[in-house]
């Protein structure tokens, strides 16, 4: 059973930015499809950034392209969240999910960590 718990959201200037981690215990993150979404209130969930496992397959929402990188760190069984030139509207609770890449949806998933950003 894999168990993912992020950190690293904070309330920050417009400009500005933040690291998230989505810290893995109970298997190895570089085996599964890993994903970062977030959720403004009021607002849909929204897929943000996917990896692949070994770090292959990346993949950006528009909206954060150029902005956002995703990595995982094998040794530390770590997946993260680069986030540059954040803008008011990057604000949201962040989690991190992932699933085995054979299976279509999302089945583990963090508590999340809130990101607000102002103007």
């Known amino acids: 059973q894999l168990q993912l718990v992020e950190s690293g959201g904070d309330s920050v200037q417009g400009g500005g930015s933040l690291r998230l981690s989505c810290a893995a215990s109970?298997?190895?993150?570089?085996?599964?499809?890993m994903g970062w979404f977030r959720q403004a209130p009021g607002k849909e969930r929204e897929e943000v950034a996917t990896?692949?496992?070994?770090?292959?397959?990346?993949s950006y929402v528009d909206s954060v392209k150029g902005r956002f990188t995703i990595s995982e760190d094998d040794v530390k069984n770590t997946l993260y969240l680069r986030m540059n030139s954040l803008k008011h509207e990057d604000s949201a609770m962040y989690y991190c999910?992932?699933?085995?890449?054979?299976?279509?949806?999302?089945?583990?998933w963090g508590q999340g960590t809130q990101v607000t950003v102002s103007s």
């Open positions: 109970g298997n190895a993150v570089s085996t599964y499809c």
């Open positions: 990896i692949r496992a070994g770090g292959l397959g990346i």
């Open positions: 999910a992932a699933r085995r890449c054979w299976v279509q949806s999302y089945n583990y």
